[in-house]
């Protein structure tokens, strides 16, 4: 989706991150389902595939200290 950027005042194209530091034993994504186009909305139908058991999350996980540098200016 597109935001308004504070500094030269454009529309840009947003993206979202996020870091994990550890794992819950159970975790749950909401995955985006829609694309917006103008003031209509798209469902999207591309399918996902994950390993229903023996995923792997390990791989995903940043060390707080990563994670802070990400964040400085």
Do not use: E, Y
């Not at 975790?27 to 694309?35: D, G």
């Not at 058991?53 to 060390?63: A, E, F, I």
């Amino acid at each position: 989706d597109a935001w308004k950027c504070p500094h030269c005042k454009q529309m840009q194209q947003g993206m979202v991150k996020m870091s994990l530091w550890t794992l819950p034993d159970i975790l749950i994504l909401h995955l985006k389902r829609f694309r917006q186009v103008g003031k209509r909305r798209n469902k999207l139908s591309t399918l996902i595939r994950f390993p229903v058991s023996g995923l792997d999350m390990t791989p995903h996980v940043v060390k707080r200290s990563q994670s802070m540098k990400n964040l400085a200016p």
